[in-house]
């Protein structure tokens, strides 16, 4: 464990944080496309972050991959004070990284202020947000994926 945890404020009933001695395990998760970011933009951003003293869980290329998000990267995202989310070209074309948004969200929603910084990495927000341009295409082969699930995809 890092001395550089935060104290937890109070915590959510829908997003259960661990418990360590009432303190954060992470004060910043970071949610990216490791395809388009891991090994310039966002191995950078976690280097700085870990320099200034900012303890940052950053999924790692060793754990185990597969349909299903891993119950660790779930952990990581409930004991995180802050997540940083890199939404780049393919970031939403991961069902995985789609999974990690919903659970951020989640964790967030009981908060009084929002802990989510997003940042645009060589996509234009207004594709993010309105849904077009790669992230509608993304969005598109997600719906047509999973719909015999579309709860999966709301």
Request: hydrophobic share 30%; charged share 40%.
């Given at each position: 464990m890092s001395g550089n945890k935060r104290a937890l404020d109070s915590p959510s009933p829908s997003c259960?944080?661990?418990k360590f001695s009432s303190q954060w395990e992470y004060d910043v998760f970071l949610s990216f496309r490791g395809e388009d970011t891991r090994n310039n933009f966002?191995?950078?951003?976690?280097?700085?972050?870990?320099?200034?003293?900012?303890?940052?869980?950053?999924?790692?290329?060793?754990?185990?991959?597969?349909?299903?998000?891993?119950?660790?990267?779930?952990?990581?995202?409930?004991?995180?004070r802050f997540s940083i989310v890199i939404l780049s070209k393919n970031y939403a074309s991961s069902t995985w990284c789609?999974?990690?948004?919903?659970?951020?969200?989640?964790?967030?929603?009981?908060?009084?202020?929002?802990?989510?910084?997003?940042?645009?990495?060589q996509v234009e927000p207004s594709d993010v947000r309105r849904q077009t341009g790669d992230f509608k295409t993304a969005f598109d082969k997600h719906e047509q994926d999973f719909r015999d699930n579309l709860k999966k995809v709301q």
């Open positions: 259960k944080k661990q966002t191995d950078h951003l976690y280097d700085a972050l870990k320099q200034n003293g900012i303890y940052t869980f950053r999924d790692d290329e060793r754990l185990e991959r597969g349909k299903e998000i891993s119950s660790e990267l779930l952990e990581a995202i409930e004991s995180s789609l999974e990690e948004l919903a659970k951020i969200i989640e964790c967030d929603m009981d908060t009084e202020k929002s802990n989510i910084f997003p940042v645009f990495y």
